[in-house]
């Protein structure tokens, strides 16, 4: 008897980064899952990354292990890069609708490679480049929205998604502080870094139950000296 492979998708981390901690953060995940699930496909999304750390990666990859793909994708200009999100969401969108009138429009979406990997997946697991889910590193509330708007592919795909360990917030916006709550409320597990973060998200009211404490992950690695 044969057991379909599990699709294990980890989005916000490359192993090539110029940020040589987040190349570590890729590092520490990827050893941590094939140590416990050794049989699975994993997927990367990168994220914003440029070309030539995603494709250093792929490479990388490609000597590591068959069983790691990554999507490649070229640094786009962010406001293009956020109007394919919002292109996705509204695809996501009618496909929900298809759906539940019983009609299956999942090939058509598969022509979006992005798409296609969310669908096939069995599960999402996200960085967020460590300390990246919240607005401090804008003003712009449109930048902000076009950045956070790529999460609610999870809540259309209703696929099971966990935070692995980071930092969370500030969020100083009312209205990005109401969509990161939506988010988190919608996600299973959450593993923070630090007591501060996990405290800062008791005081936005997300169920503590669903919070853990866990180490920075790349704590997980061997020292090279």
């Not at 640094?75 to 999100?85: A, E, G, L, S």
């Not at 496909?95 to 992005?114: C, Q, S």
């Amino acid at each position: 008897m044969t057991h379909k492979k599990k699709k294990i998708l980890l989005t916000g981390a490359t192993p090539f980064s110029d940020n040589r901690g987040l190349s570590a953060i890729f590092r520490g995940n990827i050893k941590i899952l094939k140590t416990y699930f050794p049989n699975a496909k994993i997927t990367v999304d990168p994220l914003y990354f440029s070309l030539f750390s995603t494709y250093e990666a792929t490479i990388h990859s490609k000597k590591d292990s068959e069983d790691i793909y990554i999507i490649e994708r070229a640094r786009h200009n962010k406001y293009i890069y956020f109007i394919k999100v919002i292109v996705r969401n509204f695809l996501l969108v009618l496909w929900n609708i298809f759906k539940y009138l019983g009609i299956d429009i999942t090939r058509v979406l598969y022509i979006d490679k992005t798409l296609k990997t969310y669908l096939q997946s069995d599960i999402i697991l996200l960085t967020n480049s460590g300390d990246c889910f919240t607005d401090r590193y804008s003003n712009s509330l449109i930048v902000n929205l076009g950045g956070f708007s790529q999460y609610f592919l999870l809540s259309l795909l209703n696929k099971p998604h966990i935070f692995l360990p980071q930092t969370i917030g500030p969020f100083n916006n009312p209205l990005i502080r109401f969509i990161a709550k939506f988010i988190l409320d919608r996600t299973e597990t959450i593993m923070v870094r630090e007591k501060k973060t996990a405290k800062y998200l008791e005081t936005m009211g997300i169920d503590k139950r669903k919070i853990f404490l866990v180490p920075d992950i790349s704590f997980i690695l061997v020292p090279v000296s």
